[in-house]
């Protein structure tokens, strides 16, 4: 057969449709896996949410579809054919810009959400997330509900429960620093809130963690630490004022390790290192404080709760003795042996 445009044209096409049919029709009437138990339908509110989800983009930079090899990053479990049984069309997207939110239901209580969409940069300064402050209202709820409905059955529990535990958290905030830190202390293991922090208070270690704070805390906590970041306007309960918990009774002249603090003796309640390190990782649910387990290594947490407590509670840094100082002392013992007389 003589190779014309023509020929050409029609083989290409023929390939094109064949490989359409193979790859996308055939499939989309003959694979219908069955919903996994996880799965369950959308509510009206998250399907009008869905809406505003795609409208505005969002699935150009999240995609909903855990890997595999994500479960080093807390994903959980990979995602299965049957969890995408309720959506037409998926939204697994082809890009992660922003993190995977297939599970991301229940990770964020719904005034996080309502802070970030306001402006990103307000619950994690660093992010490059275009502001969607114009989304108001009913439409922002939706939208938040739809998020939170992320991770099927699993997701919406978690959900329910950040609500649950926000109450008491509402409430014990209402009646004080004091009480509030001694709620705080009461829901972290007794083993942390007396764990010895490896990293000493020293100059290196605290201006790593300002630098960390600045990139992860302050749009929360403040540049003060006094709690009055751009997000506490949108969050309940509002985030710690660690200036405060100062102002209540610090005793920064002890050489212990922590913040000693009660409302009555100045000296119970203990805002410690470990205590801190345990929040960071974890997060205390029911509030906006997220946790940033497999987002900083431990040595780095420890300098963020060393930089917390030298800037805005009174703890004492410690002097220096890093290598510098080491070598410095050091030269010091060998002039003295140089001019020692022989024996």
């Not at 203990?270 to 997060?283: D, E, H, Q, S, W």
């Not at 387990?293 to 004492?316: C, H, R, T």
């Amino acid at each position: 057969m003589k190779m014309t445009p023509i020929t050409v044209a029609l083989g290409a096409t023929l390939i094109f449709l064949s490989v359409a049919l193979a790859n996308v029709l055939i499939p989309s009437v003959v694979f219908r896996p069955p919903p996994t138990p996880n799965t369950r339908p959308y509510t009206a509110q998250e399907l009008e949410g869905r809406e505003v989800y795609v409208k505005n983009g969002c699935v150009y930079c999240h995609s909903q579809d855990t890997r595999p090899m994500d479960w080093g990053e807390g994903s959980g479990f990979a995602a299965q054919p049957g969890d995408y049984a309720y959506d037409s069309p998926h939204l697994v997207g082809s890009a992660r810009n922003g993190p995977d939110l297939f599970r991301e239901g229940g990770y964020h209580p719904d005034d996080w959400h309502w802070a970030h969409f306001e402006n990103p940069r307000y619950t994690r300064p660093q992010s490059f997330m275009p502001s969607y402050s114009y989304i108001k209202g009913v439409e922002r709820r939706n939208l938040i509900a739809y998020l939170q409905c992320l991770g099927g059955r699993m997701g919406t529990s978690r959900a329910n429960q950040q609500r649950e535990l926000k109450v008491n958290l509402v409430k014990y905030y209402e009646k004080g620093a004091g009480e509030n830190v001694a709620y705080l202390n009461s829901t972290l293991p007794n083993d942390w809130l007396a764990m010895p922090n490896p990293e000493p208070v020293s100059r290196g270690s605290v201006e790593r963690g300002r630098v960390l704070y600045v990139a992860y805390c302050a749009g929360c906590h403040g540049e003060h630490g006094d709690g009055r970041g751009p997000a506490k306007t949108y969050l309940n309960p509002p985030p710690m004022d660690f200036t405060l918990v100062q102002a209540s009774g610090a005793r920064p002249q002890e050489p212990t390790s922590g913040y000693h603090y009660d409302y009555r003796k100045n000296e119970v309640s203990a805002i410690t290192n470990g205590a801190i390190y345990y929040v960071v990782l974890y997060g205390i649910p029911g509030s906006a404080m997220p946790q940033f387990k497999g987002q900083l290594p431990s040595e780095k947490i420890w300098d963020v709760g060393n930089y917390v407590g030298w800037a805005f509670m009174g703890w004492k840094m410690e002097p220096d003795s890093g290598r510098i100082e080491e070598l410095a002392k050091l030269n010091k013992i060998s002039k003295k042996d140089r001019k020692k007389p022989p024996a």
